[in-house]
Structure formats: C-alpha cells, structure tokens
C-alpha cells in the first residue's frame, strides 16, 4: 500500500487549531496596495477561519491532520 502524502501547498497555507477548525491566512493583500482602501487593508489583517463548506477539500488536503 502506498504512503498517503499531504498537499506540500495546503501545509503551507493552513494550520489545524486545537478545536478542530483550520486557520487561513488572508487573500488580497499581497500585492497592488495602492488603490485598496485603507479600511478595507485593515479587515482582511489576521487569519480566519476556514468554511465548513470547505472543510472537506482540506481534509483531503491534509490527510495526516486528523480532520
């Protein structure tokens, strides 16, 4: 039986919390900063939580997180 492999791009970009839920990093705001609102730079700041509706995909992503 071959090894199951985690998704080496989802291990960079999600980290598996204590209760179960996954934390994500932000989208739009890498790069063309200039005409974003200052407002909206400061909402997309911090990580969030990932959607349930995605929690599937993930799972499946990170097969050795226990999800």
Known sequence: ???MKTKSGAKKRFR?????????GQAFKRHILTKKTTKNKRHLRGAVNVNVADMGSIAKMLPMAGL
């Open 1 to 3: 039986m071959p090894k």
């Open 16 to 24: 598996v919390r204590p209760g179960g839920t996954v934390k994500r």
